[in-house]
């Protein structure tokens, strides 16, 4: 029998966060039919931004990978308020990236990697997603990684309700 995702989360010692208020006229996330999109999630923890700055110049790409996992477990933290439980993920679709990347840095790949091993350990192959990780000159509060997430679940959901 599958270890559910939430056990997973248990046994990795991660207890997923109230979804933080949005900081503009968004929200965490939406779903219609099967799919589900997260906003922009970056690694806060209890309400301030932990890992902050430009990697490849005050910021390290170990520093950075940190948060790219927290900004996955951010996401989702998302996902469950939207959908009640992570038992109706079927799948991770697709991971979005963007890192505040110094110029001249070129390892964006490996900082989302943060956010990627992350989904496997979770979800196991149905953590596998395609993903784009994009070096952008700003993010939101100076945080050193953004990451959003398409997801498809295992049956239709409508969040929130129209």
Do not use: W
Request: with cysteine; proline share 6%; hydrophobic share 45%.
């Amino acid at each position: 029998m599958a270890v559910s995702a939430k056990e997973r989360l248990k046994e990795l010692g991660i207890v997923l966060p109230q979804v933080s208020r949005p900081s503009g006229s968004y929200i965490p996330a939406a779903a219609s039919g099967y799919l589900l999109f997260t906003a922009g999630q970056v690694p806060r923890v209890n309400g301030i931004v932990k890992h902050k700055g430009k990697v490849g110049e005050d910021s390290t790409l170990e520093d950075a990978y940190a948060g790219a996992r927290i900004c996955a477990v951010n996401c989702l933290a998302a996902i469950e308020q939207a959908v009640g439980s992570l038992d109706h993920v079927a799948r991770i679709l697709k991971v979005n990236g963007y890192i505040n990347a110094a110029p001249g840095f070129t390892q964006n790949p490996k900082v989302l990697d943060g956010a990627s091993d992350l989904l496997l350990e979770v979800f196991g192959n149905a953590g596998q997603h395609a993903r784009s990780a994009i070096g952008v000159q700003a993010l939101p509060d100076n945080a050193v990684v953004e990451v959003e997430m398409t997801v498809l679940l295992k049956g239709p959901c409508e969040y929130p309700a129209v």
